[in-house]
């Protein structure tokens, strides 16, 4: 189905911002490469441009899924002003050649459009995003002094010659970068599109039952094209920056560099990692857009540190304090031009920039809540109110009882309104290559049936297969449940219909 050319004018924030990321974040690929001369920028160009595009459409949606729980940007025209407040605030820092982060950027903005809006900020996600602002220097340092150490020894044992370990250092830097620029693709292809998933306007490509080109692979393939022209056209000076202005780098430290920053942000855009940790019962790391800025001036800074007082010297705290400077203010003035730009958008151009968001507490949803152990005695007056925004409704309940955050998550999950109906049409739509036969046919059986809560079609489909039911919540079943979540929320998406559609006419609850 053709896209409305009114929809790719909205996209065209997240492609002002793709191009900011690669005309920014390009620098923490290859930085230190093209900065200690052992690269041409020619060279490094293509190769970031390449396997971020890879990276982005083969490995993206991870982080994106965990962004998203950030803040859902539920309305076309609010997810291009935050694309677009982030964008203009790192191309901002760019101009004035600071390697910012992207992450900071599309956080703070996607937080200037909660507050706008009255939605909630998921605390628990914006505390582990802000928690890797802290990690990923750290880290970046940490395997920097590791990496570091380990490569200056395998050289003076294997005595290498220094026209030959030129030569092979050459050949490390394009297979860290090309490394380096996969990692960057998957992890902070969200940043550029992640506003967009829930309001994407394409639709699910399939080629004669072989693969499924999703909507959301769509989205990001066209970031990722935005981020390979911001590579070309105006990387090189954020490049000299971090490769020559912080710390004059030797070429084996210049390949330290990219390696490190390169296995930060893997860590944290890896699904197969996480699958791994998850079958051994180890604690996993999460899926969520870090900053490759903070990840490489962590490791930039290690290699100094390593060499003790003298190497200390050597770092230009003056550059560092700079950056330190950008990093803090990026997500503050990202969500204070968010919210001002939302506001002209609605009031002086009459755009909806967000869709409300609507609870109401009836008989079905109390008694849904005490099959969960929560006491519903406290909500008892909110019965039957339709409420709005949700930060409204949460300040309601929290003034009646004390709730954990369990508990509260459960309430506001339970009572939001988002009216469903099954229809023939939405059937034949479904992904048979995401969802399995026992899953689509349980869909099948539901035809013709209406829901108001999203709790209800859930229940109704785990009552036909098992491959609808989450399994007990324990480390092993985790990412099991996770990705019926994401399936979950894929139908729910496919099957939800405007609040208008549905007081249109009646439908039979389940």
Same mark, same amino acid.
């Given at each position: 189905?053709? @896209? ?18 690669? +005309? ?8 230190? #490469? ?20 890879? =990276? ?13 729980? !950030? ?23 760019? &101009? ?12 703070? +903005? ?24 802290? #990690? ?19 050289? &003076?044992?294997? %005595?290498?010659?220094?026209?030959? !370990? ?9 297979? #860290?970068?090309? $490394?380096?620029?996969?990692? *960057? ?16 306007? $394409? ?34 000076? @954020? ?18 560099? @990219? ?5 930060? *942000? ?13 079958? !051994? =019962? ?11 800025? %903070? ?39 990202? +969500? ?12 002086? $151009?009459?755009?909806? @920039? ?32 339709? !409420? ?12 009646? #009882? ?36 026992? %899953?689509?046919?349980?869909?099948? &059986?539901?035809? =013709? ?35 019926? &979540? ?13 609040? %208008? ?10």
């Amino acid at each position: 189905m053709p @896209v409305d050319i009114s929809i790719l004018i909205y996209l065209s924030s997240g492609l002002f911002l793709g191009w900011s990321l690669g +005309a920014n974040d390009a620098a923490n690929v290859f930085g230190t #490469a093209v900065g200690s001369r052992m690269i041409r920028f020619e060279t490094a160009a293509v190769i970031s441009a390449v396997f971020i595009l890879l =990276g982005a459409v083969i490995s993206g949606a991870g982080a994106a899924h965990g962004l998203g729980k !950030l803040g859902s940007v539920n309305a076309l025209a609010g997810a291009f002003m935050t694309a677009l407040a982030a964008a203009v605030t790192v191309y901002w820092m760019t &101009r004035l050649s600071l390697p910012v982060s992207t992450t900071q950027a599309i956080v703070g +903005a996607i937080v200037g459009w909660n507050w706008y809006s009255g939605s909630i900020t998921d605390m628990t996600m914006l505390s582990k995003i802000v928690g890797t602002w802290i #990690a990923a220097p750290i880290l970046g340092a940490l395997f920097s002094m590791i990496i570091y150490r380990i490569t200056t020894w395998a050289i &003076r044992k294997a %005595q290498i010659h220094l026209i030959s !370990l030129d030569a092979y250092t050459r050949i490390g830097l394009i297979l #860290a970068g090309a $490394f380096g620029a996969y990692s *960057l693709g998957a992890n902070n292809i969200a940043n550029v599109m992640g506003v967009f998933v829930a309001s994407s306007p $394409f639709t699910d490509f399939h080629v004669d039952h072989l693969f499924t080109f999703t909507s959301i692979q769509q989205l990001f393939l066209l970031g990722a094209i935005a981020i390979g022209v911001g590579v070309f056209t105006y990387s090189k000076r @954020v490049m000299m920056t971090v490769g020559d202005s912080l710390l004059p780098l030797t070429p084996v430290a210049a390949w330290v560099v @990219v390696i490190s920053q390169a296995v930060v *942000l893997f860590l944290f855009a890896s699904t197969g990692l996480e699958h791994t940790l998850l079958s !051994l =019962g180890l604690p996993t790391i999460p899926l969520i857009p870090v900053s490759s800025s %903070q990840a490489v001036v962590g490791a930039v800074v290690g290699i100094g540190l390593l060499h003790g007082r003298k190497g200390a010297k050597q770092i230009r705290w003056r550059v560092l304090a700079n950056i330190a400077s950008g990093w803090a203010s990026t997500p503050v003035m990202a +969500a204070a031009i968010c919210f001002v730009m939302l506001f002209v958008l609605q009031n002086v $151009f009459n755009q909806r @920039v967000y869709t409300q968001v609507y609870f109401q507490i009836t008989p079905e949803v109390t008694d849904y809540l005490k099959r969960h152990g929560v006491d519903t005695a406290p909500l008892a007056d909110l019965e039957g109110r339709k !409420l709005t925004p949700p930060v409204h409704f949460r300040e309601l309940i929290r003034k009646r #009882a004390h709730y954990d955050d369990k508990q509260e998550a459960l309430i506001l999950f339970a009572a939001e309104l988002y009216p469903m109906e099954v229809t023939p049409a939405d059937i034949a739509a479904l992904d048979r290559n995401y969802l399995s036969k026992a %899953q689509i046919d349980a869909v099948q &059986r539901l035809q =013709g049936q209406g829901y108001t809560y999203k709790w209800q079609l859930e229940e109704a489909l785990a009552a036909i297969t098992d491959e609808w039911k989450p399994r007990p919540a324990t480390t092993l079943n985790k990412l099991y449940n996770k990705k019926l &979540r994401e399936r979950l929320d894929y139908l729910e998406s496919s099957l939800h219909v405007s609040e %208008q559609q549905g007081d249109e006419g009646s439908r039979r609850l389940r």
